[in-house]
């Protein structure tokens, strides 16, 4: 428990091991593990990994929802809704994670996608700029600017969601939204979120040694690409050290073994005592941001079914306090 103050976040414990989450949580940790932990972030490699993205693109899109490209001046990205939904005032906007530095709408397509069918809501998938030809302010700008183009077309209630440094970015761009004296998002659902650019506390973590995805050591290195000069602990920069109070209701998602953990636990601990309603959900037995593989194993798609139940609820609280 954070020490702030006694309140805490309600704390569930999902998910269980199956034959393709062990064999999920098996190949995470042979093959992307020493990837991740090899891979150079700086030269000509580096600028190689858009080509995960580009790969993606070979996964068959989703039959089941429309999808419009969306490419104004300030905003980028793909505006999805399920085929027999008719279009609402509220919406879900995703914000894909990648460490700041890899994957895109197509890595990220399907889950985007099933959450638009669940929900019955528009899905706005951003395309933000990221490293390495982009830094951190730059990805929260790009964020903010697709919250703005959301509520210019319309969009009473806005549902932020993402995982890893998509989960960072929800947040980042809910306390944008605060201090613009912008309306606040109905809800906030993050996966996996890297919120603490402070790797202290996550690094003296019994988890990092346990990821099977992460490799911890690799974090602080990160850390300086996405904030060149700056200081980790500026609220600007890691939302967890921002101003919570006025945030609206919470749910995140974090694996047992993961190294994120840590940030997930305790960014949930500071939204309780600041008052924010907040559910974190720890799954055992799962990779980091497992949500994102869905149509791979059940208990992803149980995660994703939480996500869709959560925006619903959000959206007509919202629907509910304006009728009011």
């Keep these: 428990m954070s020490v702030e103050g006694q309140r805490m976040a309600k704390v569930e414990h999902r998910g269980g091991k199956n034959l393709r989450s062990r064999l999920i949580y098996v190949l995470t940790r042979l093959f992307a593990y020493p990837t991740l932990r090899l891979w150079p972030l700086k030269g000509p490699l580096a600028l190689a990994v858009p080509l995960v993205d580009v790969f993606c693109r070979l996964i068959p899109r989703p039959r089941y929802v429309t999808i419009e490209r969306i490419a104004t001046p300030a905003v980028r990205g793909e505006l999805m809704r399920a085929k027999a939904s008719e279009p609402g005032k509220g919406a879900l906007m995703y914000l894909h994670g990648g460490a700041f530095l890899f994957c895109g709408l197509a890595s990220h397509r399907r889950v985007a996608a099933r959450l638009a069918r669940l929900t019955g809501l528009t899905v706005l998938s951003v395309d933000y700029r990221h490293l390495p030809k982009a830094v951190l302010a730059d ?53 996996s979120p890297w919120i603490d650019f402070d790797d202290t506390e996550r690094l003296a973590h019994p988890n990092r040694s346990r990821d099977p995805f992460i490799p911890a050591a690799r974090l602080p290195a990160l850390t300086a690409l996405c904030l060149p000069g700056e200081v980790p602990i500026d609220p600007l ?65 149980q995660a994703v079914d939480e996500i869709a139940a959560f925006t619903r609820e959000m959206v007509a609280g919202t629907a509910s306090r304006s009728v009011a």
């Design 139 to 191: 990805s929260l700008a790009d964020c903010l600017a697709a919250y703005e183009w959301l509520l210019a077309e319309g969009v009473e209630s806005v549902v932020l969601s993402g995982d890893s440094a998509g989960g960072h970015l929800a947040f980042a761009t809910a306390l944008g939204a605060v201090r613009a004296g912008l309306p606040v998002p109905a809800g906030i659902a993050a996966i």
């Design 237 to 301: 920069r890691s939302p967890i050290n921002g101003a919570l109070a006025e945030l609206p209701p919470c749910l995140i998602l974090a694996c047992a073994t993961e190294v994120l953990r840590s940030d997930a636990e305790r960014m949930a601990d500071r939204l309780a005592v600041a008052g924010v309603p907040t559910e974190l959900q720890i799954w055992d037995g799962q990779v980091h941001a497992f949500p994102v593989l869905a149509g791979f194993m059940p208990q992803s798609a």
